[in-house]
């Protein structure tokens, strides 16, 4: 009776450790198969002042990500860091305000109709409008109208 209980003991270790190991590889398959950030809901977009006289200061401003103002002088950035936190107005969380002397537009900087192949959007804030920039070499920079 000891030998048929250390076999059956010896079998559920083996059981039990194999389904361990067999859950440990599909979690390594799982994390690695997602290793793009949007797959949890990671979305950064970056604004650059690209006024073109390149003289102007451009103030942005989306109330919907943290309410702030942010002044950036020819040539300055801002990023902000979405992880998939939905606004509490249930607004588009990246709806923003784009300002400078004599000029005021609003410009929604992620639709995902528009940027679905976007982890990291980059736009370039212009006088004409804001242009994304594409790692496509067959579409390196798309220009759009202000809203």
Same mark, same amino acid.
């Given at each position: 009776m000891n030998i048929v209980h250390q076999i059956?003991?010896?079998?559920?270790?083996m059981g039990i450790l194999g389904k361990s190991v067999s859950f440990l590889w599909v979690l390594i398959l799982i994390v690695s198969?997602?290793?793009?950030?949007?797959?949890? &809901?990671?979305?950064?977009?970056?604004?650059?002042?690209?006024l073109d006289n390149g003289?102007?200061?451009?103030?942005?401003?989306?109330?919907?990500i943290d309410g702030k103002s942010y002044l950036l002088h020819p040539g300055?950035?801002?990023?902000?860091?979405?992880n998939g936190a939905v606004?509490?107005?249930? &607004?588009p969380p990246f709806l923003c305000s784009f300002q400078w002397k004599g000029a005021s537009h609003m410009f929604n900087m992620y639709v995902p109709s528009r940027?679905?192949?976007c982890e990291e959007c980059h736009?370039?804030?212009?006088?004409?409008?804001?242009?994304?920039?594409?790692?496509?070499?067959?579409?390196p920079t798309i220009?759009?109208?202000w809203d």
């Amino acid at each position: 009776m000891n030998i048929v209980h250390q076999i059956l003991r010896k079998g559920a270790t083996m059981g039990i450790l194999g389904k361990s190991v067999s859950f440990l590889w599909v979690l390594i398959l799982i994390v690695s198969s997602t290793n793009n950030s949007r797959v949890f &809901g990671q979305l950064i977009i970056e604004v650059t002042n690209a006024l073109d006289n390149g003289s102007l200061d451009l103030t942005v401003a989306c109330p919907n990500i943290d309410g702030k103002s942010y002044l950036l002088h020819p040539g300055g950035f801002h990023e902000w860091i979405n992880n998939g936190a939905v606004t509490e107005s249930g &607004g588009p969380p990246f709806l923003c305000s784009f300002q400078w002397k004599g000029a005021s537009h609003m410009f929604n900087m992620y639709v995902p109709s528009r940027d679905n192949d976007c982890e990291e959007c980059h736009w370039y804030a212009k006088e004409t409008g804001p242009c994304r920039v594409y790692n496509r070499p067959n579409k390196p920079t798309i220009c759009s109208k202000w809203d």
